[in-house]
């Protein structure tokens, strides 16, 4: 089947619409547009059999219920077939008791992987790096991390980033390094010397400096 897949000029850019796609994945066809109103996770792997790879769908795999609680589902790739990614899967299940209960697309011609800047000819002409993008209900492309193929990436710091994103969405503050559900936040800096002066002055939040105030949520 033909892909339209949406072409920006290099790598894709945080805070703007991620690419478009409509792709043969393992639960059929899916596009972009179907994870409108929902978080996704979008993530890339060098090959279907491998061993980093495998060590790190299952933990996507096990964390994925955490992630649907967060209104976030979750989306392999590799340059694989179909055929590749359902037996992978089954071989997972037989040798590690371990289901993968999310979709795997297909890109063997390599199209979803170029928009998103998945190939990095110095990593490989051929193979998708690590790469994982994290895009919000509206389709917009929120946050792009990468790893190098010889080392495997931490989901729940994934998971924490959805966490701490969404959280930054619904009360208007950022999350300090490390941040967790429970943590203080930081307020967002004063934009005046009045304004920092009253910040500072009225007691309602923890200031070291009129810069750098935090509060409880």
């Not at 994925?64 to 077939?81: R, T, V, W």
């Not at 989901?155 to 390094?177: H, Y």
């Not at 307020?187 to 304004?195: D, G, H, N, Q």
Request: hydrophobic share 40%.
């Amino acid at each position: 089947m033909e892909t339209p897949v949406q072409q920006i000029g290099g790598l894709p850019r945080i805070n703007e619409p991620a690419p478009d796609f409509q792709v043969l994945t393992t639960d059929g066809e899916k596009s972009l547009t179907d994870y409108r109103g929902k978080w996704l996770v979008l993530f890339s792997h060098p090959a279907d059999f491998t061993p980093v790879c495998t060590t790190e769908f299952m933990a996507f795999a096990k964390a994925a219920p955490e992630f649907a609680k967060l209104n976030c589902d979750l989306l392999g790739l590799s340059i694989d077939s179909i055929h590749s990614h359902i037996a992978w899967m089954r071989n997972i299940k037989q040798n590690f008791g371990v289901e993968i209960p999310f979709p795997i697309i297909e890109d063997l011609k390599m199209e979803v992987a170029n928009a998103y800047g998945m190939i990095h000819p110095g990593a490989a002409d051929t193979s998708a790096v690590r790469a994982t993008f994290i895009i919000d209900p509206n389709g917009i492309l929120r946050a792009m991390v990468y790893y190098p193929m010889s080392n495997g990436r931490s989901i729940p710091e994934f998971l924490r980033l959805v966490k701490a994103m969404q959280t930054s969405d619904e009360n208007g503050i950022a999350t300090p390094e490390g941040w967790q559900p429970g943590d203080k936040v930081i307020v967002p800096p004063a934009k005046t010397a009045s304004a920092a002066n009253d910040r500072v002055e009225s007691g309602d939040y923890e200031c070291k400096d009129f810069y750098f105030c935090t509060k409880s949520l």
